[in-house]
């Protein structure tokens, strides 16, 4: 390894202080009481990813992955910075490299959504696609080695790019907003997994600072990480593609670590989607499908508690806006052409308004 020269050293001075600055100048996310129709005693509760920046819980990634980087002296001046992902994540990555001057190169599948694209392509990032979710990484990282450039990789460098302990991450977040409600440490904390970060970051934090508080992961249709922790292997692979974005993988990825996981529960896509709208409408605004993932395995938690009696409160994350998929997932000749019928889910969230009951 040769010395780093001083200018250099700078410049990742310089670089820390950018990704420092932004921080200083962002706000913490809100925290959204959902009026239920039933369950008196139970609350819950949705935590405002989508009000980052960058319009994803993908921003504290980003953030988290890109000092990192600096800090390992993995990524200097000039180098071009290169990641495998869904969409989200490249738009936030997108975003920090333009801050700091870097060329940046997104690995995708050719399913990403539009609006998505549009907005990598916005921030100066370029978009490469691949046929399947699969591809991603190993075209990532030929990319990255034919420029000299970094990969990212978020799908092994996400669990431990974050500090779990504290630092302001979602975990501490969430707990200090909780702080004066009836309910203030959550019975469980839902989220779903795409790298598993936030997922791992919730669960190493819980059991930090010794809470009660469960977590419960919803998986998509089409994933692995469900079969995985089931039968507590690592190397699981699958074939189909989940067709929520953001959530659900081909493989258990490393960033996925399944012993902080007290639950999880595979979601049909007709139910993410037919939760993302019904959702959208109780909340006059529109949010992404893996927040209907989230939201529908927390009904159905909910439920479960209802019917044992139990009082608590329950945390999801609202982890993207709708806008990003009006072409997709609010488009109802995009389900048919991918032949998912959301009816028989909007019936049962239907009789759930009407009855405060939701049939399990
Ligand atoms: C990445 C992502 C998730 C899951 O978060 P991870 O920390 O990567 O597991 C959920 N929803 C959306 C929209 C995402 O982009």
Redesign the pocket.
Known sequence: MPQTSTEDRNWIAEAVRRVEADTNRSADTHLHVVNLPGAPGIDLYLKDESVHPTG???HR?ARSLFLYALCNGWIHRDTTVVEAS?G??AVSEAYFARLLGLPFIAVMPASTSPEKVALIEWYGGRCHFVSSAAEVYDEARRIAAERGGHYMDQFTY?ERATDWRGNNNIAESIFQQMAAERHPVPSWIVV????????ATIGRYIRYRRHPTRVLVADPEGSAFYHGWRDGASDVTVTSQSRI???GRPRIEPSFVGGVIDDMEQVPDAASIATMRWLSERMGRTV?A?TGTNVWAALRLIERMRRAGEQGSVVTLL??AGERYLSTYFDDSWLVEHDIDIAPYAQLLKGYDATGRLRL
């Open positions: 994803s819980l993908k990634l869904s989200s994540t996400a779903s997994a795409g790298t598993g970060g936030t997922s974005e953001g959530i992404g893996s982890c993207d």
